[in-house]
C-alpha cells in the first residue's frame, strides 16, 4: 500500500513562496499521475495541479495558474509544489494524491477518481 507524506507547509505573509513536498513509501509512483489539492474551512476539496507519469506534461486550477509549478523526481519518489506570490485564498490544508496515468485532464478535479491520499500540510497565508 502506497503511503503519501506532505511536508513544507507553514504560516507565510501574502507574497511570499513555499515549497511542499510530499514522499512516497510502500511502494513506487512512478507510474501514476501525482496531483496537489487544497481544502480551505467549510469548502469541498480542490484540485490544484497534477503532472504526468514522465513529467511532461502538468495542468494547474485557474486560480493558481502562473504562480504554482508542480515537479516530481522519479528516482525518489517525490512530487513537489512550488507556490509563489501566495495569497490569503491560499489558505489551505494541501494534500498530494497519487492516480491513475490514464486519467483525462478533463477529470483531474475529481477527487474520487485518485488512488491514495496523503494526510495533508497546512498552508496559511496572512494578507
Known amino acids: 500500500q502506497v503511503q503519501l507524506v506532505e511536508s513544507g507547509g507553514g504560516l507565510v505573509q501574502a507574497g511570499d513562496s513555499l515549497r511542499l513536498s510530499c514522499a512516497a513509501s510502500g511502494g513506487t509512483v512512478r507510474n501514476n499521475l501525482l496531483g496537489w489539492f487544497r481544502q480551505a474551512p467549510g469548502k469541498e476539496r480542490e484540485f490544484v495541479a497534477a503532472i504526468t507519469r514522465s513529467g511532461g506534461s502538468s495542468y494547474y486550477a485557474d486560480s493558481v495558474k502562473g504562480r504554482f509549478t ?8 517525490i ?7 501566495l495569497k490569503f ?7 498530494c494524491a497519487a492516480g491513475p496515468w490514464w486519467l483525462a485532464a478533463d477529470d483531474m478535479r475529481h477527487s474520487d477518481r485518485w488512488f491514495f491520499w496523503g494526510q495533508g500540510t497546512q498552508v496559511t497565508v496572512s494578507s
Do not use: F, G, H, W
Open 79 to 85: 512530487v513537489s509544489l512550488q507556490m509563489n506570490d
Open 89 to 95: 485564498e491560499d489558505t489551505a490544508a494541501y494534500y
Open 70 to 77: 508542480i515537479s516530481r523526481d522519479n528516482a525518489k519518489n
